[in-house]
Protein backbone atom coordinates (compact mmCIF):
# COMPACT_ATOMS: atom_id res chain seq x y z
CA UNK A 1 0.00 0.00 0.00
CA UNK A 2 1.18 3.23 -0.85
CA UNK A 3 2.43 5.47 1.72
CA UNK A 4 3.03 9.13 1.55
CA UNK A 5 4.38 10.89 4.13
CA UNK A 6 4.75 14.70 5.08
CA UNK A 7 7.40 16.29 7.10
CA UNK A 8 7.11 18.30 9.00
CA UNK A 9 3.27 18.14 9.80
CA UNK A 10 3.46 21.56 11.96
CA UNK A 11 5.48 24.66 10.78
CA UNK A 12 5.63 27.71 12.61
CA UNK A 13 8.30 30.24 10.95
CA UNK A 14 8.52 33.88 10.98
CA UNK A 15 8.42 36.04 8.17
CA UNK A 16 10.49 36.84 6.12
CA UNK A 17 12.78 33.29 7.01
CA UNK A 18 12.78 30.17 4.51
CA UNK A 19 11.95 26.88 4.97
CA UNK A 20 11.02 23.41 3.04
CA UNK A 21 8.25 20.98 3.37
CA UNK A 22 9.10 17.41 2.75
CA UNK A 23 7.03 14.36 1.06
CA UNK A 24 8.05 11.39 0.94
CA UNK A 25 6.26 8.39 -0.74
CA UNK A 26 6.74 4.61 -0.72
CA UNK A 27 6.03 3.45 -4.27
CA UNK A 28 7.00 4.39 -8.01
CA UNK A 29 4.98 7.44 -9.05
CA UNK A 30 6.37 10.37 -11.84
CA UNK A 31 3.01 12.61 -11.00
CA UNK A 32 2.99 14.71 -7.82
CA UNK A 33 0.85 17.28 -7.15
CA UNK A 34 0.65 20.37 -4.40
CA UNK A 35 -2.24 21.38 -2.73
CA UNK A 36 -2.96 24.49 -0.60
CA UNK A 37 -6.07 24.52 2.08
CA UNK A 38 -7.30 27.27 3.99
CA UNK A 39 -9.00 26.81 7.06
CA UNK A 40 -12.38 26.02 6.39
CA UNK A 41 -11.88 25.75 2.82
CA UNK A 42 -11.53 23.56 -0.08
CA UNK A 43 -8.30 22.96 -1.70
CA UNK A 44 -6.74 24.90 -3.99
CA UNK A 45 -3.93 23.33 -7.01
CA UNK A 46 -0.53 24.51 -6.94
CA UNK A 47 1.94 22.39 -8.47
CA UNK A 48 1.45 19.15 -10.70
CA UNK A 49 4.66 17.78 -11.05
CA UNK A 50 4.89 15.23 -14.07
CA UNK A 51 8.65 14.30 -14.53
CA UNK A 52 11.97 13.35 -12.59
CA UNK A 53 13.85 16.95 -11.72
CA UNK A 54 10.63 18.88 -12.62
CA UNK A 55 10.88 22.38 -10.66
CA UNK A 56 8.12 24.77 -10.81
CA UNK A 57 7.61 28.46 -9.02
CA UNK A 58 4.82 30.71 -8.08
CA UNK A 59 5.98 33.96 -6.12
CA UNK A 60 7.44 32.46 -2.74
CA UNK A 61 6.86 28.86 -3.81
CA UNK A 62 8.66 26.39 -5.70
CA UNK A 63 8.13 22.72 -5.87
CA UNK A 64 10.44 20.11 -6.76
CA UNK A 65 10.44 16.54 -7.70
CA UNK A 66 13.17 12.92 -7.64
CA UNK A 67 11.02 10.47 -8.61
CA UNK A 68 14.07 8.03 -8.09
CA UNK A 69 14.52 9.50 -4.19
CA UNK A 70 10.90 9.68 -4.51
CA UNK A 71 10.91 12.54 -2.90
CA UNK A 72 9.27 16.39 -3.33
CA UNK A 73 9.98 19.07 -1.77
CA UNK A 74 8.03 22.60 -1.59
CA UNK A 75 10.18 25.24 -0.47
CA UNK A 76 8.90 28.92 0.84
CA UNK A 77 11.21 31.60 0.60
CA UNK A 78 10.47 34.91 2.67
CA UNK A 79 7.37 33.75 4.26
CA UNK A 80 4.64 36.22 4.58
CA UNK A 81 1.29 36.17 6.75
CA UNK A 82 -0.73 34.96 3.38
CA UNK A 83 1.13 31.56 2.77
CA UNK A 84 -0.48 30.42 6.83
CA UNK A 85 -2.68 27.52 5.69
CA UNK A 86 -2.22 23.58 5.48
CA UNK A 87 -0.19 22.23 2.55
CA UNK A 88 -0.48 18.59 1.42
CA UNK A 89 0.79 16.62 -1.07
CA UNK A 90 -0.43 13.69 -3.54
CA UNK A 91 1.04 10.96 -4.98
CA UNK A 92 -0.84 9.86 -8.48
CA UNK A 93 -0.86 5.97 -8.21
CA UNK A 94 -1.78 3.04 -10.85
CA UNK A 95 -5.59 1.49 -9.60
CA UNK A 96 -6.41 -1.08 -12.15
CA UNK A 97 -7.44 -0.93 -15.76
CA UNK A 98 -6.68 2.65 -17.41
CA UNK A 99 -7.09 4.35 -13.68
CA UNK A 100 -4.96 6.53 -11.41
CA UNK A 101 -5.78 7.67 -8.05
CA UNK A 102 -4.81 10.50 -5.73
CA UNK A 103 -3.05 9.51 -2.22
CA UNK A 104 -2.53 12.71 -0.21
CA UNK A 105 0.18 12.96 2.85
CA UNK A 106 -1.19 14.43 5.97
CA UNK A 107 -0.75 17.69 5.58
CA UNK A 108 1.47 20.51 7.19
CA UNK A 109 -0.15 23.24 9.08
CA UNK A 110 2.28 26.46 8.32
CA UNK A 111 1.70 29.47 10.26
CA UNK A 112 3.74 32.55 9.33
CA UNK A 113 3.67 34.75 12.40
CA UNK A 114 5.04 38.57 12.21
CA UNK B 1 -19.40 30.90 -12.02
CA UNK B 2 -18.44 28.06 -9.63
CA UNK B 3 -16.86 25.45 -11.40
CA UNK B 4 -17.34 22.63 -8.91
CA UNK B 5 -20.50 22.73 -6.57
CA UNK B 6 -22.17 21.38 -3.51
CA UNK B 7 -25.32 21.07 -1.57
CA UNK B 8 -25.37 21.36 0.96
CA UNK B 9 -22.77 23.19 3.02
CA UNK B 10 -23.60 22.00 6.14
CA UNK B 11 -25.36 19.30 7.11
CA UNK B 12 -26.85 18.46 10.93
CA UNK B 13 -28.42 14.97 11.09
CA UNK B 14 -29.01 12.53 13.82
CA UNK B 15 -27.87 8.64 14.07
CA UNK B 16 -29.80 6.47 12.18
CA UNK B 17 -31.03 8.86 9.33
CA UNK B 18 -30.24 8.79 5.71
CA UNK B 19 -28.92 12.04 4.18
CA UNK B 20 -27.47 13.14 0.34
CA UNK B 21 -25.27 15.76 -0.76
CA UNK B 22 -24.77 16.48 -4.26
CA UNK B 23 -22.25 17.93 -6.62
CA UNK B 24 -22.29 19.43 -10.04
CA UNK B 25 -19.19 20.80 -12.23
CA UNK B 26 -19.34 22.40 -15.02
CA UNK B 27 -15.99 22.24 -16.81
CA UNK B 28 -17.04 19.49 -19.16
CA UNK B 29 -15.02 17.24 -16.85
CA UNK B 30 -15.54 13.32 -17.62
CA UNK B 31 -14.50 12.40 -13.89
CA UNK B 32 -15.47 12.90 -10.78
CA UNK B 33 -14.81 11.62 -7.44
CA UNK B 34 -15.84 11.69 -3.66
CA UNK B 35 -12.91 11.94 -1.20
CA UNK B 36 -13.47 12.33 2.90
CA UNK B 37 -11.63 14.34 5.05
CA UNK B 38 -12.07 13.38 9.12
CA UNK B 39 -11.04 15.67 12.16
CA UNK B 40 -7.33 15.14 11.28
CA UNK B 41 -7.57 16.61 8.52
CA UNK B 42 -6.62 13.60 6.88
CA UNK B 43 -7.82 13.18 2.58
CA UNK B 44 -8.69 9.86 1.36
CA UNK B 45 -10.55 9.40 -1.53
CA UNK B 46 -13.96 7.28 -1.58
CA UNK B 47 -15.00 6.70 -5.28
CA UNK B 48 -14.59 7.84 -8.44
CA UNK B 49 -16.78 7.79 -11.73
CA UNK B 50 -15.90 8.35 -15.22
CA UNK B 51 -18.60 9.27 -17.71
CA UNK B 52 -21.34 8.04 -15.61
CA UNK B 53 -19.12 4.46 -14.89
CA UNK B 54 -17.93 3.61 -11.26
CA UNK B 55 -14.06 3.21 -12.08
CA UNK B 56 -12.62 3.06 -8.26
CA UNK B 57 -14.71 1.73 -5.45
CA UNK B 58 -12.50 2.41 -2.04
CA UNK B 59 -12.97 0.45 1.05
CA UNK B 60 -16.22 2.40 1.94
CA UNK B 61 -18.80 0.37 4.19
CA UNK B 62 -21.55 -0.25 1.78
CA UNK B 63 -24.01 2.71 3.71
CA UNK B 64 -22.07 4.82 0.72
CA UNK B 65 -23.63 4.61 -2.55
CA UNK B 66 -22.58 7.34 -4.96
CA UNK B 67 -25.05 7.89 -8.13
CA UNK B 68 -23.91 9.72 -11.01
CA UNK B 69 -27.00 10.62 -13.27
CA UNK B 70 -24.99 12.30 -16.26
CA UNK B 71 -21.07 13.12 -16.18
CA UNK B 72 -21.52 16.42 -14.95
CA UNK B 73 -23.50 14.83 -12.05
CA UNK B 74 -22.51 12.84 -8.71
CA UNK B 75 -24.17 12.43 -6.34
CA UNK B 76 -23.33 10.32 -2.40
CA UNK B 77 -25.98 9.25 -0.29
CA UNK B 78 -25.72 7.68 2.96
CA UNK B 79 -27.79 5.28 4.54
CA UNK B 80 -28.29 4.68 8.83
CA UNK B 81 -25.75 7.36 9.50
CA UNK B 82 -23.25 6.90 12.42
CA UNK B 83 -21.14 9.03 14.82
CA UNK B 84 -18.37 8.12 12.39
CA UNK B 85 -19.34 9.52 9.60
CA UNK B 86 -18.84 13.07 10.68
CA UNK B 87 -16.56 14.56 8.31
CA UNK B 88 -16.36 17.08 5.47
CA UNK B 89 -16.77 15.43 2.19
CA UNK B 90 -15.34 16.61 -1.19
CA UNK B 91 -16.46 16.42 -4.25
CA UNK B 92 -13.63 16.85 -7.90
CA UNK B 93 -13.67 16.46 -10.85
CA UNK B 94 -10.79 16.07 -13.48
CA UNK B 95 -10.59 15.68 -17.21
CA UNK B 96 -9.72 12.27 -17.55
CA UNK B 97 -8.96 9.65 -15.02
CA UNK B 98 -5.54 9.70 -15.85
CA UNK B 99 -5.62 13.41 -16.24
CA UNK B 100 -2.06 15.00 -15.92
CA UNK B 101 -3.11 18.18 -14.34
CA UNK B 102 -4.92 18.76 -11.20
CA UNK B 103 -8.84 18.21 -10.09
CA UNK B 104 -10.61 20.69 -8.67
CA UNK B 105 -12.54 20.23 -5.64
CA UNK B 106 -15.57 21.83 -4.81
CA UNK B 107 -16.11 23.62 -1.40
CA UNK B 108 -17.19 20.62 0.66
CA UNK B 109 -20.11 19.48 2.65
CA UNK B 110 -19.44 19.51 6.60
CA UNK B 111 -21.56 16.64 7.86
CA UNK B 112 -21.77 16.17 11.46
CA UNK B 113 -23.83 13.52 13.06
CA UNK B 114 -25.30 13.50 16.49
Known amino acids: ELKVEQNPLFLSMQEGKNYTIYCNYSTTSDRLYWYRQDPGKSLESLFV?????AVKQEGRLMASLDTKARLSTLHITAAVHDLSATYFCAVDIYSGGSNYKLTFGKGTLLTVNP | DTAVSQTPKYLVTQMGNDKSIKCEQNLGHDTMYWYKQDSKKFLKIMFS???????INETVPNRFSPKSPDKAHLNLHINSLELGDSAVYFC?????????????FGPGTRLTVT
Open chain 2, 49 to 55: YNNKELI
Open chain 2, 92 to 104: ASSQAPRDPYEQY
Open chain 1, 49 to 53: LLSNG
